[in-house]
């Protein structure tokens, strides 16, 4: 299957269970932050955007938190499903620039234990 | 509506050749980005285009090389591979404007030998 880390953070919830995934952004400058999963064999799935000026920003069974003291950006996602096992990552960047101003995180794996 | 597409998914190639890598956008998307994905730097960002022109490069040799056409369409070639040019090779696009929300292909899976 595909492998976008060999050592990716490994998040391991149960069936049922809320996950929390992190991120830590490194451009104070950056106003727009995404959230994609990947699946094996797939590229990569949007999730989930936030704007500088939200702190938090809710879609269906996921949330994103943003923390611009910190730099730090959350995923939850709600009731997590094994159709959730991903590799989940974020990007940052200007809001309406160019895409190769996004800065992707190396990505955090999550397994879902039936 | 029809996701991105790529073609061909998967590729075998030996050092020293070139290969082409196909990428046709949602209908109605202007803009075309390339990126190379490898277990070890992840995703990085090749060039995007954008009606025909490029918007924005990469910091990658000039090996690699792309160009997009009327239709929005667009190819990606890699000229006198190397065995660390073997990664997944992603392909995402967007209207272009305002929000950079990108819509990826499944990628195309290069092995250099």
């Known amino acids: 299957g595909e492998s976008v880390g060999l050592h990716l953070p490994t998040l391991s919830v149960q069936e049922g269970d809320n996950s929390i995934i992190n991120c830590a952004y490194s451009?104070?400058?950056?106003?727009?932050f995404i959230w994609y999963k990947q699946e094996s064999g797939k590229g990569p799935q949007f999730i989930i955007d936030?704007?500088?000026?939200?702190d938090k920003r809710q879609g269906q069974r996921v949330t994103v938190l943003l923390n611009k003291t910190v730099k730090h950006l959350s995923l939850q996602i709600a009731a997590t499903q094994p159709g959730d096992s991903a590799v989940y990552f974020c990007?940052?960047?200007?809001?309406?620039?160019?895409?190769?101003?996004?800065?992707f995180g190396k990505g955090t794996k999550l397994s879902v234990k039936p | 509506k029809a996701g991105v597409t790529q073609t061909p998914r998967y590729l075998i190639k030996t050092r020293g050749q070139q290969v082409t890598l196909s990428c046709s956008p949602i209908s109605g998307h202007r803009s075309v980005s390339w990126y190379q994905q490898t277990p070890g730097q992840g995703l990085q960002f090749l060039f995007e285009?954008?009606?025909?022109?490029?918007?924005n490069k990469g910091n990658f040799p000039g090996r690699f090389s792309g160009r997009q056409f009327s239709n929005s369409r667009s190819e990606m070639n890699v000229s006198t591979l190397e065995l660390g040019d073997s990664a997944l090779y992603l392909c995402?696009?967007?209207?272009?404007?305002?929000?950079?929300?990108?819509?990826f292909g499944p990628g195309t899976r290069l092995l250099v030998l």
């Open positions: 936030i704007r500088s000026n939200m």
């Open positions: 451009n104070s400058a950056s106003d727009y």
């Open positions: 995402a696009s967007s209207l272009g404007q305002g929000g950079v929300s990108q819509y």
């Open positions: 285009y954008f009606s025909e022109t490029q918007r």
């Open positions: 990007a940052e960047g200007p809001y309406g620039g160019s895409q190769g101003n996004l800065i």
